[in-house]
């Protein structure tokens, strides 16, 4: 550009931040805050470069993901930063120690992000702090003395973190805190008994950290403590203070997996007492005989060294929804008044497990109810032939918490062909077409076991604490996960015409991001987890702050503001234009040379309109699935191909170069045993990708009970060896290799003929590569990716990844297979319970009943090397290539018990199994998806471990 050229530019911007500084005002935010805020910044990594459209100068910028609000005016004359929002923006980095230079600042919102490094100190200097958010990162290190002395502070979040060492004493100081979530971290050492004398604690939430020490006893003098719940600790060798029965206001308390030893404690004078979990402790003694509070909904004591009778006070409990008192050493009768005495509504249920005990009999005739679930299995009475009527009851399994996903009522009208618009079935005004907006949304400490009968209040609730109407509420979708805490998609429709207006867009994300919603005794504290606004929104400044200028002034100012700038770009444009119009062409053909390098071999470039078309416009009923990167719909392409379309949320998009980055490796996958890529969207700010279609879903559905049948030994068999197989192609013949990072059950998809086949490789890493030396790494540094129950414990707690890290996965995808059981449910880690299990003998006890039939000694086998695969360390677990061939080895001696439902089964001879084996068959075949030439080499590779 010549030095004109430059000039003109120039000009042009001067004129325009002068008169952009004329519009906002005099006031002008705090100079010290400002190079505080420029230093917050550059500390911080933002892949979306959100950040850097803000000018601190600027009085108020809200953004739907981030809010910098310097909205209170100080005793100086300037304007003071309030609120720093950044919610869930992908931010990396660390935090500064320039946070504590905010003076005025009273929310401090880093949630669900990427940040690590340790908390600043400094953050202990702003004592106008009210909410201090950072759940959901990867923070380390210890938290800071400092952070006790925040006379403000209400509800502080840290949870889901790696934060270690103990909790500070000078936490005793926070006499206004109400909220302490510190869940899933690595804090250890003694609970601070001086904590007994916060006066306005509710809500206490340490689960699943590394504390020990003994329960504080003062904790039944806080005088409004709601919830305690401090599951997977090590309290070994302590018991449970019997003054946790006099706690008056205490509505949920749950010290599952802590090591406890004694008895019960009395809990009948606890009025309001709504869900007691003492699960998987070694509590032992009688049972309390005295009636717990009528608003009860869950009590397990199951997993402990109980003795005595079941007390018929558990009867008569008319919200009771789960009484779990399975794996005891309870004696006598069941007493049957318990389930005669329920009073059930249409939608409610009641789990009654007794199993696992010494139980003799039952006490009158066995007629429950048909939404009431009784276990016995693993008593004596199932063995009493004078028992009538309960052999149903002896193999029922207590099933899971019921989770499901809202379906629209089926309506005759549409909606207009826009992006973004929906029929509220829900609206009184039939066939009322709007846009809604999304939240993520999680109860982190529900009392209850099964939402489905609340759910009806907890829309009344939600509506009510927003000021909306209950058909402005939808819920897309709910799920139990590990806790229990229940994840949920609210979906919420505009009162008044078909978009909500910027005001309410705040003001709806304001009341999650800062808890204005009042607490509810029954759903317990909530996290916000995100906030998803699709078209027709923008994803822009929502508002700006007021300035003193008159109406006649800025009327001026904007009308001088646009005419200068018009002519400034008119004389831009026209020198510009010239001297640029020769090169135009030129940077034209260069540009579709770039985009023409991005085509890859084998790999399709879709239109979003061939997309659109395919799923029917997206649609409801072409939706198959959801995940985190997005739905997945069924789509049929021009040519009648059936394929799978994962389409990226908003909050999932990566960047141009990372997407097509992605895509080349995907291409050069190709295995019987993996998903194959068909090709890719990039285009109107939409990414997707095309797969071919498994049209018999995930492992776990076919495992969950969600398949027509349930698949034998033989079929389960082959799906491991098929899994394994598409996994150590990744490791060894790969070009490079990859480590998959995210093996699990919902992963491993089936296709028309059973062949398993792995797929999303979102989370892998390429292997090692060679150093300047030659020699190859054993391991990727890396943060900790994966799904909990899955996760490598060595890889977790150092953040080295190798193929073993994959070894570990798989083998409990195998332990699934074998058990039909989850990685985690209530609590309970299916290595250590197939572990403990195979150890004490009882190594069939655990197996999958609806597997049927099934040879003894290949099931020994199959477990043996499963348990293998999730030894702790690394060195003690198999290769990949070890695995697939012991796999080939049981398989070799599997009696073909079933017949493939593939076409391509060819009937070969196979080994027969040994005498020991229960099954025998005449007819033997070898199926074509676990013969050797499914690896490109056509042989097991004899390799080392990487």
Known sequence: MIDSELFIVRAFIFLTVCCF??????????????????????????????????????????????????????????????????????????????????SQLQILDFMWNQIGGSIPKEIGDIKTLRLLLLNGNQLSG?????????????????????????????????????????????????????????????????????????????FSQLPNLLIMQVDNNNFSGTTIPATYGSMKKLLKLSLRNCGLLGTIPDFSGIPELGYLDLSGNQLDGPIPTKKLSLNITTIDFSNNKLNGSIPETFSGLPFLQKLSLANNSLTGSVPSAIWENATLTRNQSLILDFGGNSLTNISRVVSPPANVTIVLQGNPLCLNPNQQNITQFCGASAGEQPSGTSVNATTICGCPVQDGYEINTKDPRQCYCAAPIRVGYRLKSPGIWDFVPYREAFE?????????????????SFVWEEGPRLGMYLKFFPGNGSMFNSSEILHLRSAFAEWLIPDSDIFGPYEFLNFTLREPYD?????????????????????????????????????????????????????????????????????????????????????????????????????????????????????????????????????????????????????????????????????????????????????????????????????????????????????????????????????????????????????????????????????????????????????????????????????????????????????????????????????????????????????????????????????????????AAKRTPRQTTSASSSLVHSTLYTSTDVSGSDLLSGVVPNIAPR
């Open 460 to 476: 009344k609730y939600m509506t009510a604490g927003l000021t909306f109407e209950i058909h402005q509420l939808t819920i897309e």
């Open 142 to 218: 210890s938290l800071p003395e400092e952070l006790g002395y925040l006379p403000n502070l209400t509800r502080i979040q840290i949870d889901e973190n790696q934060i270690s060492g103990p909790l500070p004493m000078s936490f005793a100081n926070l006499n206004k805190t109400k909220h302490f979530h510190m869940n899933n971290n690595s804090i250890s050492g003694q609970i601070p008994p001086e904590l007994s004398r916060l006066p306005s604690l509710l809500h206490f939430l340490l689960d699943n950290n590394n504390l020990s020490g003994y329960l504080p006893p003062g």
């Open 539 to 903: 994803d822009g400044i929502f508002t700006t702050s007021k300035s003193g200028t008159s109406k006649g002034a800025l009327a001026g100012i904007i009308i001088g503001t646009f005419a200068g700038a018009f002519i400034l770009c008119a004389i831009v444009s026209i020198i510009i234009v010239r001297r640029r119009y020769t090169g135009l062409n030129a940077a034209s053909r260069k540009r579709q040379t770039s985009r023409i390098r991005m085509k890859i071999d084998g790999v399709k470039s879709f239109t979003f309109s061939e997309m659109a078309l395919a799923t029917n416009t997206f649609s409801d009923s072409s939706q198959v699935g959801v995940g985190g990167y997005g739905k997945v719909y069924k789509g049929i392409l021009a040519n009648g191909s059936v394929v799978a379309i994962k389409r990226a949320e908003e909050g999932s998009l990566q960047g141009s170069k990372e997407f097509f980055t992605e895509i080349e490796m995907l291409s050069r996958l190709h295995h019987r045993n993996l998903v194959s890529l068909v090709g890719y969207c990039d285009e109107q700010d939409e990414q997707m990708l095309v797969y071919e279609f498994m049209p018999n879903g995930t492992l776990r559905d076919h495992l969950s009970g969600k398949g027509k049948d349930a698949p034998s030994f033989s079929m389960r068999l082959r799906i491991a060896l098929g899994s394994a197989r598409g996994i150590l192609y990744l490791h060894t013949e790969a070009d490079p290799p990859i480590f998959h990072r995210d093996i699990k059950a919902t992963n491993i998809l089936l296709d028309s003929k059973f062949v398993a086949k792995v797929a999303d490789f979102g989370l892998s890493r390429l292997a090692p590569v060679p150093e300047n030396s030659g020699v190859v790494p054993g391991h990727v540094s890396t943060v900790v990716k994966g799904t909990p129950g899955y996760l490598d414990p060595e890889y977790f707690l150092t953040h080295k990844l190798t193929d073993k890290s994959d070894v570990y996965s798989l083998g409990v995808v195998f332990l699934e297979l074998l058990t039909g059981m989850h990685p985690i449910s209530h609590g309970k880690n299916i290595v250590r319970e197939v572990n403990v299990a195979n150890q004490s003998g009882m190594m069939f006890s655990v197996i999958d009943k609806r597997m049927g039939p099934y040879p003894p000694e290949c099931v020994e086998k199959f477990m043996a090397l499963a348990l293998r695969c999730c030894e702790d360390e690394t060195d003690s677990r198999p290769s990949m290539a070890e695995v697939v061939r012991e796999l080939d080895n049981i398989w070799a001696i599997t009696p073909a018990d079933d017949v493939v439902p593939t076409a």
């Open 21 to 102: 500084t004329l519009f906002v005002g005099a006031q002008v935010t705090h100079p010290s805050e400002v190079g505080a805020l420029k230093v917050i910044r550059s500390r911080l990594t933002d892949p979306k470069k959100n950040l850097d459209s803000w000018n601190e100068g600027d009085p108020c910028v809200k953004k739907w993901k981030g809010v910098l609000c310097p909205n209170t005016t100080s005793s100086d004359g300037y304007l003071h930063v309030r609120e720093l929002q950044l919610l869930n923006m992908n931010l990396s980095g660390s935090l500064a120690p320039e946070l504590g230079k905010l």
